[in-house]
């Protein structure tokens, strides 16, 4: 495996930011192209890569299809780059794979959108206070002024003990990548060129990466692909369905569990299947694989942590490891954010649902992939928005499924397996809306040095 040059590589691909807890997003419109590869060169030195840690702010930069076309890739390097990439997220064919539709379809959303202006770039930027956060967006934008038009500026809210707003801890999976992460344990690792471009990849080839006549220039090498999606939660209906439910306290944060496979203070069903435990030691958070749950008893089948990481579940393959290295060609880095005010302060569900106030508020779900069919689109498709995912009938994901339907089952069902009788959940609502969404690439440095140079 070549080595990593960490260097070459934009930071937020490898590192979460997890001590920078204020971060805000700028999508932007270019005016000047050229204007603008002049402000990209004077800054190069701002964008932060994964060799250092960053301290106090980040800065990371990503583009769009248009957006790299405007600024004069090579039409022969602009060409290699994934077709998904190229048609964007929100054409007619890829809403309908990814649930886009009714009430999540593109027509209707904030930014990204058929009728909302075209976005060429994205900053991201990162920062320890708010304050930080403001001098550094204050700056960028006033800097940017004359060469683009600011299309939104999506800020985020950390929330309570690294929660999202239904009330629960994220952030707790993803990928080891070999030769980047420390603790791989076989199973939960990658190979890097299922996030990086031009690296070695699961199936032990190169991934591809768009590069220049004569392969000359690396253009595609050590970049990622970049899903963002604007994701708003109904936080009240969630919990408000659960009551509805008509049980216990207790008893409407195991339903609640059970939809998202874990508790809400993180503690695995797979580990802790009947009670949350009062702490969750992280060393074990991640220290199961369903191989000894095959029929969901702990942890339901459709529960939203299962069918986004099936981990060890048989998938009607011959094995255990099969199972395993078949799930891993379809994983995701999420480096997603909530934004909007909580429901309360600390995310209590009896609060959550006597609590009244109609804020918009969800998560700007972010994550890296090497190949947006294979792995973004895959899990959306046909784990998140299938209802007959592995055995089930009528069940889609219990947070993130699209009710009512568009076409062919209603897909609002929840089945809870357990002995004597399995439970079901009927008729769930729909709690969470897209609301924008967009697919960009994030370039290693070598590359923006190309971008900057480029004057076809
Ligand atoms: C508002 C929308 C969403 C909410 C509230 C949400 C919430 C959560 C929570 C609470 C966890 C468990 C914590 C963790 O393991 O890190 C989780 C895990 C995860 N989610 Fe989501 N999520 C949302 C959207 C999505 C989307 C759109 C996808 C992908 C299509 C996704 C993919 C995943 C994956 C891959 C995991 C880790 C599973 C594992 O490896 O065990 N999520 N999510």
Redesign the pocket.
């Known amino acids: 495996m070549q080595p990593i040059n960490f260097s070459n590589i934009q930071s937020l691909i490898l590192y979460a930011y997890k001590d920078l807890h204020h971060a805000a997003y700028l999508m932007l419109h270019i005016e000047h192209p050229d204007l603008f590869k002049q402000w990209l060169d004077d800054n190069i030195g701002n964008i932060t890569t994964s060799n250092t840690r960053a301290k106090s702010v980040a800065l990371n930069i990503a583009f769009t299809a248009p957006g790299l076309h405007k600024l004069n890739l090579s039409q022969h390097t602009y060409q290699q780059f994934s077709r998904e990439f190229k048609e964007g997220i929100a054409t007619n064919k890829r809403s309908q794979l990814l649930g886009d539709e009714g009430n999540n379809a593109p027509e209707g959303w904030n930014w990204g959108g058929p009728s909302t202006p075209d976005i060429d770039v994205l900053l991201l930027c990162y920062a320890d206070s708010g304050a930080a956060l403001e001098a550094q967006m204050s700056h960028i934008t006033s800097e940017l002024e004359a060469y683009t038009t600011q299309i939104q500026q999506l800020n985020t809210q950390a929330l309570f003990d690294r929660k999202?707003?239904?009330g629960?801890?994220?952030?707790?999976?993803q990928p080891n990548i070999a030769g980047v992460h420390s603790k791989a344990e076989e199973s939960n690792s990658l190979a890097p060129g299922e996030l990086l471009l031009g690296q070695e990849s699961g199936y032990g080839t190169t991934t591809p990466f768009p590069h220049g006549e004569n392969n000359f220039s690396d253009f595609g090498k050590d970049g990622s692909y970049l899903v963002f999606?604007q994701?708003e939660?109904d936080v009240k209906r969630f919990w408000q369905y659960l009551d509805q439910q008509n049980t216990e306290e207790d008893n409407k944060i195991y339903l609640a569990a059970k939809m998202?496979?874990?508790w809400p203070n993180?503690a695995p069903l797979s580990l802790f299947p009947t009670k949350e435990p009062d702490h969750l030691n992280p060393a074990i958070a991640?220290n199961f694989d369903y191989s000894d749950d095959p029929q969901g008893n702990h942890c339901p089948m459709a529960s939203?942590?299962r069918r986004?990481?099936p981990?060890a579940t048989d998938l009607g393959l011959s094995d255990k490891k099969d199972n395993i290295a078949s799930v891993n060609h379809h994983?995701?880095m999420?480096r997603g954010r909530p934004y909007g005010k909580p429901l309360h302060k600390y995310l209590s569900p009896t609060a959550m649902m006597k609590a009244d106030d109609t804020e918009p508020r969800?998560?700007h779900?972010l994550?890296f992939n090497a190949d947006l069919a294979r792995q973004?689109e895959f899990?959306?498709q046909t784990w998140?928005n299938n209802e007959k995912f592995n055995g089930l009938y009528n069940d889609l994901d219990p947070?993130?499924g699209s009710r009512p339907k568009e076409r062919g089952p209603s897909g609002d069902d929840f089945t809870i397996p357990q002995k004597p009788m399995r439970h079901k959940l009927k008729s769930i609502p729909q709690f969470?809306t897209t609301k924008g969404g967009a697919y960009f690439f994030m370039p290693s440095i070598s590359a923006l040095k190309q971008l900057i140079n480029s004057n076809e």
Do not use: M, S, W, Y
Request: charged share 20%; glycine share 12%; net charge positive.
């Open positions: 999202e707003h239904f629960f801890k994220d952030g707790l999976a999606r994701l939660q998202v496979g874990r993180g991640n939203h942590i986004t990481n981990r994983r995701i999420r969800g998560l779900f994550c973004f899990i959306q998140v947070l993130l969470v």
